[in-house]
């Protein structure tokens, strides 16, 4: 009998935990910026700081990637699958603004 009442206090922990989980979410799936680290060093900040001028800190997660194969043209950053390239503030802000208006 204190098998049963374990496993199913058991279950209940982790269904418990699951339901915890789900609730958080829309914060864990946080779409990726990724900057490369290798061909511009510097727009990683610019980057960080555009996304928390325009409000999406929690909507969008920056980080540093390795070479993103297009060095000739720096700034490069991958978005949602698209590689871009020559990456200026301005130009991320309308890439953002653009993705995320109306949401």
Do not use: H, N
């Not at 800190?57 to 060095?71: F, H, I, M, N």
């Amino acid at each position: 009998m204190r098998k049963v009442w374990l496993l199913f206090i058991l279950a209940l922990a982790l269904a418990a935990g699951t339901l915890a989980t789900s609730a958080a979410g829309p914060a864990l799936a946080a779409d990726k910026l990724l900057v490369c680290g290798i061909c511009d060093k510097s727009f990683y900040e610019t980057a960080v700081k555009v996304v928390q001028e325009m409000g999406l800190a929690d909507r969008v997660t920056v980080k540093k990637s390795s070479c993103l194969g297009a060095c000739s043209q720096p700034p490069v950053v991958e978005f949602k699958g698209t590689l871009y390239t020559s990456m200026t503030a301005e130009k991320l802000k309308a890439l953002l603004a653009k993705t995320y208006s109306g949401s």
